[in-house]
């Protein structure tokens, strides 16, 4: 065995704290060490050439690299030992960045002293690797997106253009989510409408696309390129292929309840569809709101009115597996409740309103048919006060991030409401204005100099009623005045959050989130779209707030992550895998019920032989927790074995 050390400077990332001279003279003084070498960038090109060059004109057979974390660049270094002759898992990477430069910039003794001790620990850990062999299964290809808005739609399009099938599965009865409630988009105002219906039909009609709306996932197992997942139709009591979308249900259902898609300034009835361009543009009955039960039915109207019969009160709810190779998440976000917005009198006052329901207010098929009414009394109102970042950059509240699309679709209003009502004023409050995209700066200031928008920058610390009037107390810090307002209207733009269920559907699909429940990616920069659990891709604001531009570009990421996966015949799977120690396992089954991935079972070669347990390779992710349960060392995992873990702490603990 000749174990070789490369030590990386990053520039100034480690070098700049760590002394990679004395890093390097005591590495290769240690006596498992054949060669030791410090290097500026590893991870470049020359750098990758010079381990190669040592691989071969030196004989090494393992390697450690001592550089970033091996979620930037292991996979480098792999190939690179690959190409060299030298199996990919007999290299371990110590993180002598992210673990020590970086924690420790201002104790460069302490700093090299721990490089050390973490290449160490890495040279243990290698001299008991064994080669490894990736494990090959077949791979379905098909594909399920999750979600059916903008983000969901172009992935799931993009990927049946592609020659595959595609499940795309809507918890609503439409295609279509947040932005089928836009009146236009910015910055080119663009009706959302006509750009959004055609993609949606295009989607419905596609042949390679099979459309599940009204529908959720409920149960998801296996592994890359063979998941099996259970989704739930929920019943519209219209049977979908009989109904026309005529709509003369819906004239006669006598039950008005508020229009979730108007939020809930307009009604519609307990038959209905959410929108006039629905896709599918099938009726659904809201039976929690239909004056019939499953058990009585009191009223037939819209069974009588119905010509082709297609009311069925019978519906129950079905479900279907299907298997599927990939899977895309693009399950959008929701805006944080006004009512959790007091201080700024939301759910207190109705005509303080979210920055969404002014959107439906100034919609031309919105319930005011574009005319900015007041939902208290229907009067136009003739002053506004815009508040962005309610809730937004607030640790208070919750959402220290910021939203994005809120400075922007606040100077949307504001333009839209100086266009509907020419003699009216708009007062914007701001922390600052984030206008970071094509076209997005030069808007805004469209809007602030031509449209002649109050822009005060500063916090609004309370809203309030006083006879019919709103009154807006706060702060501009530029003059340092204190400022008070008088509105008819405040609009709020409150912090986007993720969409709800989207905690229980990432816990589905074994897919972390982060602290405000977005979904986590593998890495920020170089695999923005993939997820730790391999095989499923993010799209959209289910990741982090997105406009729609954002959106679109990153769902034909996913998707082209997708058709990459598919383009192979058949699926390498890392061989970090569980394995079995029969001389030691007694059955005793401690680590079935442990697992996460439901990848061990319980078996009996014989009818009275001795039982132990089985790894389904598959479904294994190799995390280890039946390793850490197991208390007779029965099971080990491939890579990261107990007797290499031993090494490691013995070696870090002398």
């Known amino acids: 065995m000749r174990i070789g050390v490369f ?23 240690l006596e498992e060490v054949y060669y030791a070498t410090d290097y500026v960038y590893l991870c470049s090109e020359p750098g990758q050439k010079a381990i190669q060059d040592q691989i071969k004109e030196l004989g090494l057979t393992h390697i450690v690299v001592a550089a970033c974390s091996p979620k930037m660049h292991a996979a480098t270094f792999a190939q690179a030992l690959e190409d060299a002759g030298v199996n990919a898992y007999l290299l371990e990477i110590a993180n002598i960045r992210e673990q020590c430069s970086w924690v420790h910039p201002h104790e460069p003794e302490e700093a090299t002293d721990k490089a050390f001790e973490l290449i160490k620990a890495g040279v243990a850990k290698v001299g008991q690797a064994v080669p490894l062999q990736p494990l090959s299964v077949p791979l379905n290809r098909k594909v399920m997106v999750v979600g059916g808005g903008i983000a969901g739609i172009q992935a799931a399009l993009d990927i049946a253009n592609g020659g595959f099938e595609v499940y795309l599965v809507e918890r609503t009865p439409s295609l279509g989510g947040h932005m089928a409630q836009l009146s236009e988009t910015f910055p080119t105002l663009d009706c959302s409408s006509c750009i959004l219906t055609p993609r949606m039909v295009e989607a419905a009609k596609h042949p390679k696309i099979h459309l599940y709306t009204y529908s959720e996932v409920k149960e998801v197992q296996g592994v890359v390129g063979q998941y099996k997942v259970k989704i739930e139709q929920k019943p519209r009591y219209v049977d979908p292929v009989k109904c026309t979308g005529c709509g003369d249900c819906t004239e006669v259902c006598p039950v008005i309840v508020p229009n979730e898609f108007e939020q809930s300034l307009g009604g519609r009835k307990a038959i209905y569809v959410p929108f006039s361009q629905a896709v599918p543009l099938k009726y659904t009955i809201d039976l929690e709101n239909c004056l019939n039960t499953r058990e009585l039915v009191v009223c037939d109207q819209c069974y009588r009115a119905c010509g082709p019969k297609a009311i069925n009160y019978l519906m129950e709810p079905k479900e279907e597996e299907i298997e599927v190779g990939a899977i895309v998440v693009a399950t959008g976000y929701d805006l944080m409740p006004v009512e959790d917005l007091k201080e700024y009198g939301g759910g207190l006052y109705p005509d303080v309103v979210s920055g969404l329901e002014f959107e439906r207010l100034v919609t031309a098929s919105g319930p005011t048919s574009g005319v900015v009414r007041r939902p208290s009394d229907g009067k136009i109102p003739k002053r506004i006060v815009f508040i962005q970042c309610a809730g937004s950059r607030d640790p208070e509240h919750g959402c220290a991030y910021c939203s994005k699309i809120c400075c922007m679709y606040t100077a949307k209003h504001a333009f839209m409401f100086k266009h509907a009502v020419p003699d009216g004023e708009v007062f914007v409050f701001y922390i600052d204005v984030r206008a970071a995209g094509k076209g997005y700066e030069e808007f805004v200031q469209r809007v602030m100099e031509e449209e002649r928008i109050a822009y ?31 509105a008819d209207m405040v609009v709020l733009a409150p912090a986007v959050v993720p969409s709800k269920g989207a905690k229980e559907l990432a816990k589905l699909f074994k897919t972390p989130v982060n602290e405000y429940g977005f979904l986590d990616e593998v890495h920020p920069k170089l695999r923005p779209v993939e997820s730790s659990a391999m095989g499923v891709y993010l799209a959209g604001a289910a990741q982090a707030p997105k406009d729609i531009p954002d959106s679109v570009s990153q769902a034909s990421a996913a998707a082209s992550k997708v058709l990459g996966l598919f383009s192979q015949e058949e699926l390498a799977l ?36 001795p039982r132990h347990i089985q790894v389904h390779k598959a479904l294994c992710q190799g995390c280890g927790v039946c390793m850490a349960t197991c208390p007779k060392e029965g099971v080990n995992v491939a890579g990261f074995t107990l007797a290499q873990l031993r090494e490691q702490l013995r070696a870090m603990l002398k």
């Open 574 to 609: 890392e061989p970090i895998k569980a394995e079995v120690n029969l001389d030691n396992c007694d059955g005793c089954a401690l680590c079935v019920g442990v697992c996460p991935y439901g990848a061990i079972s319980l078996v009996q070669d014989e009818p009275d032989g």
């Open 7 to 29: 030590i990386c400077h990053c520039g100034k990332n480690i070098a700049g704290v760590i002394d990679i001279k004395r890093l390097t003279s005591s590495v290769s003084e």
């Open 456 to 486: 005060l920058r500063g916090k609004v610390s309370k809203v309030f009623q006083r006879d019919d009037k709103l009154i807006v107390w706060g702060s501009d810090t530029l003059t340092g005045m204190a400022v008070e307002i008088e």
